[in-house]
């Protein structure tokens, strides 16, 4: 069998925890921030986790992550 290719686009995006779930970064911090209250913004700096219905699309798109 060939190696299989990461689906770059998702490996600049997700990157693996040790429990094998996927972190991620929130949207919505990019543009038109003025508007954005403090405590909207700060907790937009978190990293979250990548929803458990999400996980398995992840999985394929990152095979050896």
Known sequence: ???LKSNR???KRFARTANGGF???ASHRRHIL???TT???????AVH???????RAAHRM???C
Do not use: I
């Open 1 to 3: 069998m060939p190696k």
């Open 9 to 11: 686009g998702a490996a």
């Open 23 to 25: 972190k991620r970064n």
């Open 34 to 36: 003025t508007k954005k």
């Open 39 to 45: 405590k909207r913004k700060r907790q937009l700096r």
């Open 49 to 55: 986790l990548l929803h458990k219905s999400d996980v």
């Open 62 to 64: 990152l095979p050896y």
